[in-house]
């Protein structure tokens, strides 16, 4: 009898446990991005549209809870120190998370990027891509990653997309042919 009612208690205790927390919607930015993007197409000079451009970065980097969002900041900080396997782990943790969250593919693709796996960068940017169609970042290492592959077509058409959004990037060094 005290084995059942254990059981019992136990089963109860088990299903009254919440499910693991789904990630919350990714915050809605795409107002202040459209906005953003029009203020440094229209900016004189890279020093004007700079501070504009990491504007647009608070936001992509803006998680959608406290817990992804200390994900996040943990695993940049590990890439800052070149922690490449700690901080992928935690952009995995990330994308599991939140898999709707563009940043955490395009902070997984980054890692892979400085690890020379450009296969894994350009398949997590594809992803970041797919979530967040104009994330700058995503554009130009997906640039840099098909440059790096030996795809200089694909990888200049890229390149200009990025630029048309900003046309102040750091990347249009690497701009071929005609200029913007």
Request: charged share 25%.
């Amino acid at each position: 009898m005290r084995i059942l009612t254990l059981s019992l208690l136990l089963a109860a205790v088990v299903a009254a446990a919440p499910a693991r927390a789904a990630c919350p919607p990714v915050p809605d930015h795409e107002r202040e991005l459209a906005a953003l993007y029009e203020r440094m197409q229209e900016a004189p000079d890279p020093a004007t549209a700079q501070p504009l451009n990491d504007r647009a970065w608070e936001l992509y980097t803006d998680a959608p809870d406290e817990a992804a969002q200390a994900v996040l900041d943990r695993g940049m900080g590990m890439r800052a120190s070149w922690n490449l396997l700690g901080a992928r782990a935690e952009f995995d943790r990330l994308i599991e998370y939140c898999p709707h969250y563009a940043e955490g593919w395009n902070q997984r693709a980054f890692v892979h990027y400085l690890d020379q796996d450009f296969a894994a960068a350009l398949a997590d940017l594809d992803a970041a891509l797919e979530r967040a169609p104009t994330h700058l970042g995503a554009l130009s290492g997906k640039a840099l990653t098909l440059t790096a592959l030996g795809r200089e077509a694909e990888a200049q058409a890229l390149l200009r997309a990025a630029l048309a959004i900003n046309p102040w990037l750091p990347e249009r060094s690497l701009l071929k042919g005609e200029e913007l």
